[in-house]
């Protein structure tokens, strides 16, 4: 079974310049049942999409089946299929040592959240975290994408 191994982080921008480069994705969630482990995703990014199931996290580590459709059945899915509203970023990626680091500035409701996410080979593989990385925020189910389409962060201080 293919599996995700991924730390997530929040980002102080002051210390980074973010490269020119950054790609713009917008990405969805097909509705599951209550309860359900899973989580189903559509993501545009430029002209390639993918359809995406997730499993539930075990800490860093989830199960992630990923499947490139094409950019007009991604963009029916997204219009039709996806609950919404969508969530919108700006993705750059970085390259720390041996690790590649994809930065995702939020965009919409989530506007003012920046995280940073590293993929490893394995849960206790060891990395340097640039001095950019802050607080981990790995096992905080807020920061999951798939929750702030429901609980933007611009609502988070709000009672």
């Known amino acids: 079974m293919p599996l995700e191994i991924e730390r997530k982080f929040l980002v102080d921008l002051t210390l980074l310049e ?17 309860g359900s482990k899973a989580v189903v995703r559509v993501r545009i990014s430029g002209e390639l999409a993918w359809l995406t199931i997730k499993g539930e996290n075990a800490g860093a580590v989830r199960a992630e089946f990923e499947y490139p459709v094409s950019l007009a059945d991604a963009k029916d899915m997204l219009r039709d299929l996806c609950e919404p509203p969508l969530v919108e970023k700006t993705r750059y990626e970085i390259r720390v040592d041996q690790h590649l680091w994809q930065v995702d500035v939020f965009h919409g409701d989530n506007q003012g959240l920046v995280v940073a996410e590293i993929e490893l080979g394995s849960a206790d593989e060891s990395f340097t975290a640039p001095d950019w990385v802050t607080v981990e925020v790995t096992h905080d189910p807020r920061y999951y994408n798939s929750n702030l389409r429901s609980h933007p962060f611009s609502r988070w201080g709000a009672s």
């Open 18 to 34: 973010l490269p020119a480069d950054g790609k713009l994705i917008c990405q969805g969630y097909l509705p599951v049942d209550a």
